[in-house]
T-cell receptor, first 111, second 115 residues
Framework: DAKTTQPPSMDCAEGRAANLPCNHS???????VYWYRQIHSQGPQYIIH???NNETNEMASLIITEDRKSSTLILPHATLRDTAVYYC????????????FGTGTRLTIIP | KAGVTQTPRYLIKTRGQQVTLSCSPI?????VSWYQQTPGQGLQFLFE???????NKGNFPGRFSGRQFSNSRSEMNVSTLELGDSALYLC??????????????FGPGTRLTVL
């Protein structure tokens, strides 16, 4: 069973903030939330990850709700180059768990 | 620092042949994972190697195999190719084994077409 649920597609106007939601209602205490994206015909690219605190890096911000059942990836000023499939992945960093990619959200940035 | 490199980038084979794909991880990375991506099944995990040992294996038939060398470079082999093996094969490297961290760096992939 999939650990995350994401909308299949979203549009966002260029220059606006893109907010990509992810539901992970069965997340356990030691599982992290990871975000990757895949631009057409390229390998996936790591964006950001977090456990329970909000995180920010040069690419994006990750907002995790207090109950950790959902999160939002924010691209603050979307550009056309941000058009990609975005994957939200829940994964423990203990044991031998691998990354499991779902179907993701296809984000299209509109000029 | 150079990224993950995969060779060849494109490959055309016929059914029944075998193929070997190569992956050179980022310098210092000891974990290499392989994935298959198809339009129908998406990104699926094949296997992971860490320090020359297979640590994890996905749900693929035995025709799919791999190995890792002492310099962390990895190869994957597919024998007796089938039409359904046509896919983008992606390699990802990481400093730690994937069980300990989820930050992986992916190569550009090898596009395999089986005729």
């Amino acid at each position: 069973d999939a650990k995350t649920t994401q909308p299949p597609s979203m549009d966002c106007a260029e220059g606006r903030a893109a907010n990509l939601p992810c539901n992970h209602s069965t997340i356990s205490g030691n599982e992290y939330v990871y975000w990757y994206r895949q631009i057409h015909s390229q390998g996936p690219q790591y964006i950001i990850h977090g456990l329970k605190n909000n995180e920010t890096n040069e690419m994006a911000s990750l907002i995790i709700t207090e109950d950790r059942k959902s999160s939002t990836l924010i691209l603050p000023h979307a550009t056309l180059r941000d058009t990609a499939v975005y994957y939200c992945i829940v994964k423990s960093n203990f044991g031998n768990e691998k990354l499991t990619f779902g179907t993701g959200t296809r984000l299209t940035i509109i000029p | 620092k150079a990224g993950v490199t995969q060779t060849p980038r494109y490959l055309i084979k016929t059914r029944g042949q075998q193929v070997t794909l190569s992956c050179s991880p980022i310098s210092g990375h000891r974990s290499v994972s392989w994935y298959q991506q198809t339009p129908g099944q998406g990104l699926q995990f094949l296997f992971e190697y860490f320090s020359e040992t297979q640590r994890n294996k996905g749900n693929f038939p035995g025709r799919f195999s791999g190995r890792q060398f002492s310099n962390s470079r990895s190869e994957m082999n597919v024998s007796t190719l089938e039409l359904g093996d046509s896919a983008l094969y992606l390699c990802a490297s990481s400093l730690l084994a994937s069980g300990a961290a989820g930050e992986q760096f992916f190569g550009p992939g090898t596009r395999l077409t089986v005729l």
